[in-house]
């Protein structure tokens, strides 16, 4: 198993483009989310799938879509980048919400200048 | 409110001695929790999970993780600290008997473990 795999690993935007950050498992989860980090800020969440057709925002939702046509993908779009959008994101994925444990991917850092 | 909390920054051991790092949290139910670690430049890694039962849960490299109801505490703790674990460490926690949004997983801001030789 591949486990989660996130691409790009590295990613330079100019304010205002706009870009796709993919996420893909192999492990037919049925629960995926997008985090951020940033420094001294933990991990927050950024919009959540329960299952194929179905999302919902989390708790920073603002400037970024989210879809989930199929178990194994869910990508992140980001509309028009702005610098505060510079952090590093996290794919992850469960079997359900309750007590599964979340295997995360390895990351996609992004800078917007 | 739901929330959890890790108190220090930063923790400082030396190998071969005892390490703690603390967590506490804050739901109106009973939680589940979890403990996180981050190696530079990589992803999240799970170590332990409490959903029930005893208090004192075991994890991956050694760790392990005493539940605290009275004191709404999740400390971890390893008994011999090896320099391989110097990392970025999470708890988490969720609140089951909420909805699939409230009921999500609330991470603290990390607490970064150094052990020197």
């Known amino acids: 198993n591949a486990g989660v795999t996130q691409t790009p690993k590295f990613q330079v935007l100019k304010t205002g483009q706009s870009m796709t950050l993919q996420c893909a498992q192999d492990m037919n989860h049925e629960y995926m989310s997008w985090y951020r980090q940033d420094p001294g800020m933990g991990l927050r969440l950024i919009h959540y799938?329960?299952?194929?057709?179905?999302?919902d925002q989390g708790e920073v939702p603002n400037g970024y879509n989210v879809s989930r046509s199929t178990t194994e993908d869910f990508p992140l779009r980001l509309l028009s980048a702005a610098p505060s959008q510079t952090s590093v994101y996290f794919c992850?994925?469960?079997?359900?919400?309750?007590?599964?444990?979340?295997?995360f991917g390895p990351g996609t850092r992004l800078t917007v200048t | 409110a739901q929330s959890v909390a890790q108190p220090e920054d930063q923790v400082n051991v030396a190998e071969g001695n005892p390490l703690t790092v603390k967590c506490t949290y804050s739901v109106s139910g009973n939680p589940y929790l979890f403990w996180y670690v981050q190696y530079p430049n990589r992803g999240l890694q799970f170590l332990l999970k409490y959903i029930t039962g005893d208090n004192l849960v075991k994890g991956s490299y050694g760790f392990e993780a005493e539940f605290n109801k009275s004191q709404t505490s999740f400390h971890l703790k390893k008994p011999s600290a090896l320099v391989s674990d110097s990392a970025l460490y999470f708890c988490?926690?969720?609140?089951?008997?909420?909805?699939?949004?409230?009921?999500?997983?609330?991470f603290g801001r990390g607490t970064q473990l150094t052990v020197w030789p």
């Open positions: 988490a926690v969720r609140d089951p008997s909420r909805g699939s949004t409230l009921g999500r997983l609330y």
């Open positions: 992850a994925s469960s079997r359900g919400q309750g007590a599964s444990e979340q295997y």
């Open positions: 799938s329960v299952g194929a057709g179905i999302t």
